[in-house]
C-alpha cells in the first residue's frame, strides 16, 4: 500500500518554513520528508517521476506516523499552475500549513535569497520591477483562494511568522492539534533558524568546487591568508539589508493593502502593512466561517 503525505506545509517562501519543518520533525510520530521540498506536484521535472517515486519518499516509516512534506513551490502562483489539480486529485483529504510573513518583510528576504543564489544581479528596486515573483508571492489572498474553492477553508490553518517566533511551543501545539497529532509536543529552542539568506555568499560559477567543498575549504585554510580569505568573502556577501525608497515603499504598501484587506476579512480583523506585525502576532489567527465555508 502506498503512503502519501497527512499535511503539507506549502509556504510562504522566506516566512520560517524550513524552521517549522525542522521543529516538526523531531516530534515523536511526525516524519518529514527528504528531500524537504520535493516539489512533486508543482515542478514538471519532479511530478514526471510518477506517484510511486514520490509515495517512495514516505516508505519505511514507523506504523501510525504522520507524514509530512515543506514545498513552498506550492504557493507560488502564477510561475506553477498545475499544483492546485494535482494535489486534489492525489492528496484530496490533505491538510495545508500556510505562514505568512509581513509581506515587505518576506520580498526583501525573497530578494536577498535570490541574490546569494546568483539569480538576481541588479539592485532590488529593479529586481521588483523585473521579476514579477518578488510580489506575487506575498500576495496571500492571491495564493490561498484556489486552496480554498478546492479543499475548502478548513483544510489550511493560517500560521503568522511573528507568532510563530514570538509564541512559539503555543503556536506548534497549535499546529500539531491541526495535523492530528497526538500527544505534546515540545519546541526546541537550542534549533538554530534555517535558511537564513541574509548569512550566505554570494553563488558563481563552481562554487560548490571551490567553496563546499571540504578539500577546498582545507585549502584555503592551509594557503590563503585570513586577512585575503575575509577580504574575498566580504564583496561576496551582502554587507547591508537593502533599503526602499519612500515611493517604491508606498507602492509597495498599496499592491499588499489590497491583498491583505481580503486576508483579514476572512480572518475577521483589520489587516495591513502598517498593522500586520501587532496584529498577527498578539493573538491565535484563525478563519473565520460563515455557513460552514
Known amino acids: 500500500m502506498s503512503s502519501l503525505p497527512d499535511f503539507i506545509i506549502i509556504g510562504a517562501m522566506k516566512s520560517a518554513t524550513s524552521t517549522l519543518r525542522d521543529q516538526l520533525v523531531q516530534q515523536p510520530g511526525i516524519f518529514m520528508s527528504d528531500p524537504k521540498e520535493p516539489n512533486f506536484f508543482s515542478d514538471e521535472d519532479q511530478y514526471c517521476k510518477g506517484i510511486d517515486w514520490y ?27 498545475q499544483t492546485i489539480t494535482r494535489l486534489q486529485e492525489h492528496l484530496p483529504q490533505a491538510r495545508f500549513i500556510y505562514i505568512m510573513r509581513h509581506p515587505i518583510d518576506r520580498l526583501i528576504s525573497h530578494y536577498i535569497h535570490e541574490w546569494s543564489m546568483g539569480v538576481y544581479r541588479c539592485s532590488i ?7 514579477r515573483e518578488l510580489v506575487t508571492y506575498g500576495q496571500y489572498a ?18 503568522f511568522f511573528d507568532r510563530l517566533i514570538d509564541h512559539s ?3 506548534l501545539e497549535r499546529i500539531c492539534k491541526f495535523i492530528g ?3 505534546k509536543p515540545e519546541w526546541f529552542e537550542e534549533q538554530q533558524p534555517s535558511n537564513v539568506s541574509s548569512q550566505r555568499i554570494r553563488h558563481f560559477p563552481l562554487y560548490t568546487m571551490l567553496i563546499d567543498s571540504d578539500i577546498a575549504t582545507w585549502l584555503r585554510r592551509k594557503l590563503i591568508p585570513q586577512k ?8 561576496l556577501t551582502m554587507q547591508q539589508r537593502p533599503r526602499l525608497s519612500e515611493e517604491v515603499l508606498l507602492n509597495l504598501e498599496e499592491l499588499f493593502d489590497q491583498d ?3 486576508v483579514g476579512g476572512w480572518l475577521g480583523v483589520d489587516l495591513n502593512c502598517r498593522n500586520f506585525k501587532q496584529v498577527t502576532a498578539e493573538k491565535t489567527p484563525d478563519w473565520v466561517f460563515i455557513d460552514g465555508k
Open 181 to 183: 497529532h497526538e500527544g
Open 228 to 235: 585575503l580569505r575575509d577580504a574575498v568573502k566580504t564583496r
Open 55 to 81: 509515495s517512495g519518499l514516505f516508505s519505511n516509516v514507523p506504523p501510525e506516523s504522520l507524514l509530512g512534506e515543506a514545498s513552498t513551490h506550492y504557493t507560488k502562483l502564477p510561475t506553477y499552475p
Open 125 to 131: 528596486e529593479k529586481a521588483i520591477a523585473q521579476y
Open 169 to 171: 511551543q503555543v503556536e
Open 260 to 262: 491583505l484587506l481580503r
Open 142 to 159: 492571491f495564493q490561498l483562494e484556489p486552496y480554498f474553492e478546492a479543499f475548502g477553508r478548513g483544510a489550511v490553518l493560517p500560521v
